[in-house]
Nanobody
């Protein structure tokens, strides 16, 4: 099991930026796929961005393309979600998740929530208009 620790949420005005961090407690993410999800009140958890160091691939949802960027430090200890040009509709709890396994691939976004094994506690992002 991978323990995930998120940080970086908060309150920001529309058009502003935030950077979320997700650290693998006491270890690296190794060859896991790491993803970011968000969940607004009354809505389903949505796959926002993901990265796989093993396969050199990334994913971004259409709703955040050009605004959000997923990246990691060199050691793959921490994965970041840089969020620019934030909109009120980005308001949600943001979760980091890890899909374990040396051959873990980027899941299809429609069922990604079921493909990840470990989850962080979530961090609130609120964008005011």
């Amino acid at each position: 099991q991978v323990q995930l620790v998120e940080s970086g949420g908060g309150l920001v005005q529309a058009g502003g930026s935030l950077r979320l961090s997700c650290a693998a407690s006491g270890r690296t993410f190794s060859r896991h796929v790491v993803g970011w999800f968000h969940q607004a009140p009354g809505k389903e958890r949505e796959f926002v961005a993901g990265m796989s160091r093993s396969f050199g691939s990334t994913y971004s949802a259409d709703s955040v393309k050009g605004r959000f960027t997923i990246s990691s430090d060199n050691a793959y200890n921490t994965v970041y979600l840089q969020m620019n040009s934030l909109k009120p509709e980005d308001t949600a709890v943001y979760y980091c998740a890890a899909r374990r396994g040396p051959l873990a691939t980027m899941p299809h976004p429609t069922n990604a929530v079921y493909a990840f094994d470990d989850w962080g506690q979530g961090t609130q992002v609120t964008v005011s208009s």
